[in-house]
């Protein structure tokens, strides 16, 4: 018979050798944690390695994603497309194991983590789509969407503040499915964490309305399965959290317990020891068939999905509709009808001559495309006023089950963080909004998404000087072009209602990227435009006004609420006999992408007089101007003050740029 012990020390030591081989890589934390995932992936995680995708699964989060090799190892010997080889190549290029947890990469993977926190994050936000699909699509004794969400989270997670505001989050919306394992091994790289991490961590999280369970001996299988059947039976409605007191580096005769195991391989020597304390007697990646035989859940695996088949067909059945819709959202499917009618209304903004602020025009937009979309589920840090976010038909979660609408609170990055999560469930549109200026809270988890490809629409309005007295810690200057640094991300910063009705059609479109939309507090003019001129503004930037022979002298490039003051001093450049084209360009990212025959027609390389004009940094704008041209822009913070009196000052003026220009056509000549 298979020992329990053996079954347990196939993961220590699939770990140990990849770490080895790799010659790199974090051994500690597979070895302390090693227990408590063999109780949890064997006794009770519902998943189906042949099909890793199964809409019922119970997600599996390692928010603690150094300690991949733990997880590596599960998925290999679960029986997931994992191959020995595979785990081999640990840390080597274009692997199938890469050195974190990346979504897309490796079967199994639900989420790319490694920023300490934002796994768990993630996973509140996976806890929320579960939570939320559920109410909207089970009935009566057909509970197609019924399953919990594992995290596990070491001390690192715990101190970084997104935990905070996330665990706060979780608490108050009842997240019952959410069961979290702690790793409390009180190790981090720096040594004994009883110098900078002193919390006490179960009353922290009682007081966010957890259930927590403490003392469990992460060694003990019994202890473990006890403490993860009490969660699961909790009947409080609350998120369960489960202090399991570890050992790093666990069966390391001279390494364990101690730092210098978090992120270095233990050495041949050390290796042949662990291996003589924990009577491992077998070679470097080799598991005998018993034990793989012991782990192996390919076919509990399928028996559990076929029994959820079986529901779900009797569901189709008495509920066709509903299931269509399941379907169809599941699957990142847009509605038949979504493209005729979008462009449709498009159309109509464009010969409707009502001039607002983007963020008032982006929010009858999210009026119109809620009501074609009821996958689009978002929310606000504490801005939903300012940031215009809620619609009519808008239904907070921790009010109703089946709502679209989380008021995520002062929580920037969680709410970021959380909201990618629920772009990975799949099932939903997400949205989060604030000010531009703190997107900087967010960036990490913006860079998140981009990272792992998924969709996710970010709102950021109050985008510059104009917002006005709140003053220069309201004020962004350098966010706008930092945002446009992140790859695979495409930034919009439109100038009207129709450019902002497009950058949300291209960024709902876009499954594999987020989209960021930058907005203004202050109304914007209305631009007037061809009809045919519409369809160029999903390329990202395009000729708005140009001279009559379409050979222009001077091309002015310009963004958002700057568009508009381009037009007028295009205007008066012309009644001067100056022959020139104006370029809105609110995705610079897009316009990249376009064929290099579009850009070079949109912005002729043989132009000499190129100007762009933005209330920014203005360092990014020399790509497109080249070292000749001029930017218009601001490198210095703002003041409090009346918006239009900034602009002014700026020299954010018609005729205050108007006159730089004339100097700066002056000094070209001379």
Known sequence: MTSRKDIVNAIRFLSIDSIENANSGHPGAPMGMADIAEVLWRKFLNHNPNNPLWINRDRFILSNGHCVMLLYSLLHLTGYDLSIDDLKNFRTLYSKTPGHPEFGCTPGIEASTGPLGQGLAN??????????????????????????????????????????????LAGTLKLKKLIVLYDNNKISIDGNIKGWFNDNTHQRFESYGWNVISNIDGHDYKSIEKAIKLAKSDINNKPSLLICNTIIAFGSPNKSNKNISHGSPLGEKEILLTRKFLKWDYKPFYIPSHIYKAWNAKQIGYIKEKRWKKIYKQYCSKFPILAKEFERRINKILPNNWNEKVNKYILQLNNNFLSLSTREASQHILQKYSVLLPELLGGSADLSSSNLTIVNNSKPINKFRDGNYIHYGVREFGMTAISNGISLYNGFITYTSTFLVFSDYCRNAI??????????????????????????????????????????????????????????????????????????RQILPMQSRKNKTISYIANGGYILQDCKDKNPQIILIATGSEVHLAIQVYKKLSNLKYKVRVVSMPSTDIFDQQSKKYQNYVLPNNIKYKIAIEAGSTDFWYKYVGSNGRVIGINTFGYSADGKKLFNKFGFTVEKIFLKIKKILKLYNE
């Open 123 to 168: 996973a509140v936000g996976i806890a929320i789509a579960e939570k939320t699909l559920s109410a909207q699509f089970n009935r009566p004794n057909y509970n197609i969407i019924n399953h919990y969400t594992y995290v596990f989270v070491g001390d690192g997670c715990l101190m970084e503040g997104i935990s905070h505001e996330v665990c706060s």
């Open 447 to 520: 860079r998140m998404a981009a990272l792992m490809k998924i969709r996710n629409i970010m709102i950021y309005t109050h985008d510059s000087i104009g917002l006005g007295e709140d003053g220069p810690t309201h004020q962004p200057i350098e966010q706008l072009s930092s945002l446009r640094l992140i790859p695979n991300t495409n930034i919009w910063r439109p100038c009207d209602k129709v450019e902002t009705a497009i950058a949300w059609k291209v960024g709902i479109d876009n499954i594999k990227k987020p989209t960021i939309l930058i907005l203004s």
